[in-house]
Structure formats: structure tokens, C-alpha cells
């Protein structure tokens, strides 16, 4: 029985939940290609046992030993290169990165495994380390951010969802007011709602977005901060099955806002989905498909009312994931081509804009026998994939993947993820990486330089349970969504 079939109160699909091993030949070799399943109330009740396991496996489990980092080839526009970032009780993802305007200061969020339950992880750049800042959690729950945008140093929001162990999911939003981090009440239209992405117009001018759950299946769920509350703004939704969105982007020195996700079509298999706020209302907007098999896309930029960008992934009927980039020229969205790095999967989950011909997208694909990770820039003509750093190797099994991108203007760009060594298994590791610009304007040029991490110390956590294969470990966009059967 597929998704849709079933009845909406016994389904909590986030598509963010417990992953399986399916083999897959991959240059004649097999290899382990992760894909979510979906998380429904009877998985919620099996967790507890679940987690003993997990427990067990960890308490025998061997010490861990120390990593060290697979720099990258120096390519010849610059180097990417990894950048220590805290991985707190010795596990952790990162799945959104912002850049704070006026500043070389970021934010990136995720979460972590602690105490039996994922808790927010929320961390920031100074110009010169990472370091983690305190973040607050609901008793007795569990916690993903996925999302982050700036306003200005003391003007930050962060979103996703929580679970708590009662059952439902509810939107999760937090605001950074220069000093802490706090909760902003946010509303749910159902038992089961989640925020996904969130931009910012201004300090009065927010938008997230997300899904909710009715008695006919998923919804898209679109929000907005006026300065003093969020509130539900009406989004349409294609066809009777499920839809949702991934990711959001105002368009500068406009009312222009673009959302893009993707929606279940009557076949079973999934169709880009693209809406756009006039001012006034959102509206569907035609986008084309890589295939007519599944395609989803993750993430969306604009730099003009002539320029946006969406990124994705799609299925071809050969069974094969390819990339997929959608360009808005101002009356169409249209595929533009994008370099295919695999054999079997190439997912570009993350994009951002600078100007028309300065464009950055990561994220991940499947070599020979790892994941690793991808970032490939338009220079207005075609995209150019850059050599980029996989912290975990690249030795059967390892996983390294980039699920956000930011830029810091003049100075670097950045990549947020994570990356886990499987042989042996040892907890995921929040993964931060970066290229410095070749040109920077004379106001940077006398920024400390970033402080590369020379070793990765991968402590297991035998509090944390992310290490166990067969846990709920929840991701950002870098953990595909399930293919439909």
C-alpha cells in the first residue's frame, strides 16, 4: 500500500525518518544506497525498543579511533576545504547555513542525539571557529531544524518541527534576538504539520514553509512573520494527493516570493511543484519535469524578477537519479543541464545566487563505493562542478553530503552537512566546509583566515544512539525522499 492510500492519522510521512540498505550495482561493484522509509505510529511504538538495542550495540561497541581528512585536489578556481565544526555529545548534523548580512557571521542549524531524543542544534561562525550556542528543546520530545535566514545580528530564525512522545509532529520556530535563542509560537493546521525552509524579506517580511497533514493526504503549509506573529497564508495544491514544499526565496527589491517542493501525481510518482506570492496571493507556476518518473525538487534562489534558480533531483526511467536544475527567466522555468557524477545517484539539494552569473548548488552523489560530496557553480554559461572535501572517506560504505549553501560576499563560500565513517560504524559528524573567493574586495582582505581542522576526533557516543543503522536518525535534505513504490 503506498503512501497515499493510507488513512492520514495512522501516517506521520516527514520522509526524514529511519533509512534501509538497498544494493545497487555500481561499476560492477555492490554498494549500500540509503533511501528513508516512511514513519508511521507503529514505528513510534517500536522505538523504545529500538533504542535498548541501540544502547547495547553501543556499550560493546570498540573505541574510536581518529580520522583524518581526504583534502580535496586543489582545482583551479580554489579550494574547498573542511572547517572544524562542534559535534555536541559526539554526534550531530548540520542542515541549514545563512550568511548574516553586513557581516562575515553565519549560522548553521541541525540536531543531535542526547538523552534518548534528537535535540535542536544551533550553531555560529565569528570569523574565526564554530562554537555551538545554546538552544531551547520541549520536555520529552524530539527536534529537527532544518532551516535558517538573517536579518541583521539580532535578527535570526531558525524552523522545523518537534515530536513529542505523545504522537504529532508541530511546527518548530526560534528567533535569535542578539542574545538568546528562544521559542515563537507558531501555528499547526493539523496533528501533524513540519516546517522545512525559511527566508526573510525583512524584519516585518518572513516566510517558512512545509506540509501539514488533512484527512485527504499531505498539504503544503506556508507561514508568515509580520513583526509580531506567524500566521497561515492560503497555498493551492495540485491534483488530490500528496504535496509539499522544501524550500523558500524572496526575490530582492520585490514583493516576489518563490516556493518550490513537489507533489504526487495519480501514477504514484512524484512532479516538480512551484508557487509564487504576487503580493497579494500564491499561484501555481508551470515547471517541467526531468522525466516522467519521479522528480522532486529541494531548493530555490532568485537574484531578480528575471533570474531564479530551482535544484533537485529526478528519476529516469532507467532507474538512474540524475540531477535537476530549473532556471526562471522571467517567463518560463526551464531544465538547464547540470554535470551527472554517478553511476546509480547525483542530487543537488541546495542552491544560492549571487547575480546571474554567479551561482553555487551542493550537494551529494554516489562514487564507487561511497557518497560523497558535490558543489558545482554557474558562471552563466554551464555549471562547473569543483573538487570538494569528504572527511569520511571514501572507503566502502563512508557517507559525506552538503545540504545547504552560503555565501559571504567578497569573502568565501560555505557548505553545511555531515559525514559518518562506516567501516566501522561510528556516529555521524556535523560537516563544514568552504572556499575562499580568489578575488576579495579590500575590505576583507584583512580577515583572520579560517582555522582548518587538521584531525576529526570521532568519540562514540555511547549516551547517543545515532550510530545504530537501524535507528530513526532524522536528516535534512541530504537524506533523499523514499522512492514511491
Known amino acids: 500500500m503506498v503512501e497515499s492510500d493510507r488513512p492520514a492519522s495512522q501516517i506521520v510521512r516527514a520522509k526524514l525518518i529511519k533509512s534501509k540498505a538497498k544494493r545497487s550495482s555500481v561499476n ?51 579550494t574547498w576545504d573542511v572547517v572544524f565544526s562542534p559535534s555536541p555529545n559526539g554526534n550531530g548534523s548540520l542542515v541549514g547555513v545563512a ?32 562554537q555551538v550556542v545554546g538552544s ?8 529537527f531544524l532544518y532551516g535558517v535566514t538573517a536579518v541583521a545580528p539580532n535578527d535570526v530564525w531558525a524552523v522545523g518541527r518537534y515530536e513529542p512522545d505523545t ?5 518548530l520556530t526560534l528567533h535569535w534576538d542578539g542574545t538568546n535563542w528562544s521559542t515563537v509560537p507558531s ?54 494527493h500528496d504535496n509539499l514544499l522544501r524550500a523558500v526565496a524572496v526575490v530582492p527589491n520585490s514583493q516576489t516570493v518563490w516556493a518550490v517542493g513537489y507533489y504526487y501525481r495519480n501514477d504514484g510518482n512524484p512532479s516538480t511543484l512551484v508557487q509564487r506570492w504576487n503580493g497579494s496571493a500564491w499561484s501555481v507556476v508551470a515547471s517541467p519535469d526531468g522525466s516522467t518518473r519521479e522528480n522532486y525538487l529541494t531548493g530555490v534562489s532568485s537574484t531578480g524578477p528575471n533570474d531564479a534558480w530551482a535544484v533537485g533531483y529526478y528519476n529516469n526511467p532507467n532507474g538512474l537519479y540524475l540531477p535537476l536544475t530549473e532556471h526562471w527567466d522571467g517567463n518560463t522555468w526551464q531544465v538547464v543541464p547540470s554535470p551527472d557524477l554517478s553511476s546509480s545517484l547525483t542530487a543537488v539539494t541546495a542552491v544560492l545566487s549571487l547575480s546571474p552569473n554567479d551561482v553555487w548548488a551542493v550537494g551529494t552523489y554516489y562514487g564507487s563505493s561511497a557518497q560523497l560530496t558535490l558543489a558545482q557553480h554557474w558562471d552563466g554559461t554551464s555549471w562547473q562542478v569543483f573538487s570538494t572535501p569528504n572527511p569520511a572517506g571514501s572507503d566502502f560504505g563512508a557517507i559525506n553530503a552538503f545540504d545547504s549553501v552560503a555565501i559571504v560576499p567578497g ?9 559518518e565513517v562506516t567501516q566501522p560504524a561510528k556516529p555521524s559528524q556535523t560537516l563544514t566546509a568552504y572556499r575562499r573567493l580568489l578575488r576579495q574586495s579590500r575590505q576583507h582582505r584583512q580577515l583572520p583566515p579560517v582555522r582548518h581542522q587538521q584531525q576529526l576526533q570521532l568519540p562514540l557516543a555511547r549516551q547517543g544512539l545515532a550510530r545504530h543503522r537501524g535507528l530513526a536518525r532524522h536528516r535534512g535534505l541530504g537524506r533523499l525522499p523514499a522512492p514511491r513504490p
Open 28 to 78: 560492477g561493484e555492490q554498494v549500500s544506497l540509503k533511501i528513508p522509509l516512511t514513519h508511521t505510529p507503529t514505528m513510534n511504538r517500536l522505538r523504545p525498543l529500538v533504542l535498548f538495542f541501540a544502547l547495547v550495540s553501543l556499550l560493546f561497541a570498540g573505541p574510536a579511533r581518529e580520522q583524518g581528512i581526504h583534502k580535496s585536489y586543489t582545482p583551479s578556481c580554489g
Open 99 to 130: 550568511h548574516v548580512p553586513g557581516t562575515v557571521e553565519l549560522w548553521s542549524v541541525g540536531n543531535y542525539n542526547a538523552n534518548f531524543h534528537w535535540q535542536t542544534l544551533i550553531e555560529h561562525w565569528d570569523g574565526t571557529s564554530w
Open 136 to 143: 531551547p528543546n520541549h520536555p520529552s520530545a524530539n527536534h
Open 167 to 171: 504522537g504529532g509532529t508541530s511546527t
Open 187 to 240: 501555528p499547526n493546521p493539523a496533528t501533524y504539520s513540519g516546517l522545512y525552509a525559511v527566508a526573510a524579506a525583512s524584519a516585518t517580511d518572513v516566510w517558512a514553509v512545509g506540509y501539514y497533514y488533512s484527512k485527504s493526504g499531505q498539504r503544503t503549509l506556508i507561514e508568515h512573520w509580520d513583526g509580531t506573529s506567524w500566521s497561515i497564508i492560503a497555498s493551492p495544491n495540485v491534483g488530490t
Open 411 to 419: 569573502v568565501g563560500v560555505w557548505a553545511a552537512g555531515y559525514y
